[in-house]
C-alpha cells in the first residue's frame, strides 16, 4: 500500500545551520507533495507545497526538491532560526478508488539551538 | 474568516464507551480529512469526506466511521473505544480535491481534540 518515509525523526542544528529533511514514497502516481509545520501545541500549518511537474521550488530561507525518479523529495532550511523549531511533516498525494488522498510521513523534530 | 473549530478539546473516556467528534470546516470548504495523531507515527489518515460523501478511507478498523452534513460540517465516531484509541484527532478542512489541480489542495487543520481512554 502507499507508504511515506521521513528521515531523520529528529535534528538538532545550530542558528544559522542548514537543516535537511527527506521523505520517500511509493506509490509513483502521487503527484502532489506538501510540507507542514507543526510547532509545540500547535496545529499543522502549510509551508510550502510541490507538483509533480516542478523539480524544485523556493521560499525565503525554505525550498523543496522533488526526484520523482527516485522517488523521494527534500525539505532544506537555511540560515535556521529557533523559531523553526517544530515538528515538520511531508505529505504525498496518492490515488485511491478514483481519488487522491494525502499520506503523511511520520514527521521530523527539528531543534534549533541559539 | 474562522478557522476549523473542533469539539471537543479534550475528551476522557474509559474502554468500551463510544465517542463522536465534531469538525466545522472553514466556510465554503467542502472537502473534510480526520487524521490520528500519535507520538512516533505522525498523522494517520482516517477518512475524507466531500459533499456527504466518503470519498477515501485509511487503514482503521470499522469502529471508525464518520459522516458529513449538508453545512459541510463533519463528525468521526469511534465505537468500543479501546487504549490504542487514546490519540490526537485532527480534522482539516479544503477547498476540493487533493489532487486536482484545478482546485485549491491545501489543507488547513484545526486544533484537534484530544482523545484520552482510561
Known amino acids: 500500500g502507499e507508504n511515506v518515509e521521513q528521515h531523520p525523526s529528529t535534528l538538532s542544528v545550530q542558528e544559522g545551520d542548514s537543516a535537511v529533511i527527506k521523505c520517500t514514497y511509493s506509490d509513483s502516481a502521487s503527484n502532489y507533495f506538501p510540507w507542514y509545520k507543526q510547532e509545540l501545541g500547535k496545529r499543522p500549518q502549510l509551508i510550502i507545497d510541490i507538483r509533480s511537474n516542478v523539480g524544485e521550488k523556493k521560499d525565503q530561507r525554505i525550498a523543496v526538491t522533488l526526484n520523482k525518479t527516485a522517488k523521494h523529495f527534500s525539505l532544506h532550511i537555511t540560515e535556521t532560526q529557533p523559531e523553526d523549531s517544530a515538528v515538520y511533516f511531508c505529505?504525498?498525494?496518492?490515488?485511491?478508488?478514483?481519488?487522491?488522498?494525502?499520506?503523511f510521513g511520520a514527521g521530523t523534530r527539528l531543534a534549533v539551538h541559539p | 474568516k474562522a478557522g476549523v473549530t473542533q469539539t471537543p478539546r479534550y475528551l476522557i473516556k474509559t474502554r468500551g464507551q463510544q465517542v463522536t467528534l465534531s469538525c466545522s470546516p472553514i466556510?465554503?470548504?467542502?472537502?473534510v480529512s480526520w487524521y490520528q495523531q500519535t507520538p512516533g507515527q505522525g498523522l494517520q489518515f482516517l477518512f475524507e469526506?466531500?459533499?456527504?460523501?466518503?470519498?477515501n478511507k485509511g487503514n482503521f478498523p470499522g469502529r471508525f466511521s464518520g459522516r458529513q452534513f449538508s453545512n459541510s460540517r463533519s463528525e468521526m465516531n469511534v465505537s468500543t473505544l479501546e487504549l490504542g484509541d487514546s490519540a490526537l484527532y485532527l480534522c482539516?478542512?479544503?477547498?476540493?480535491?487533493?489532487?486536482?489541480?484545478?482546485?485549491?489542495?491545501?489543507?488547513?487543520f484545526g486544533s484537534g481534540t484530544q482523545l484520552s481512554v482510561l
Open positions: 469526506y466531500f459533499s456527504e460523501t466518503q470519498r
Open positions: 466556510s465554503g470548504h467542502r472537502s
Open positions: 482539516a478542512s479544503s477547498w476540493g480535491v487533493i489532487g486536482t489541480e484545478w482546485m485549491d489542495e491545501k489543507l488547513f
Open positions: 505529505a504525498a498525494s496518492t490515488p485511491s478508488g478514483g481519488y487522491n488522498k494525502l499520506i
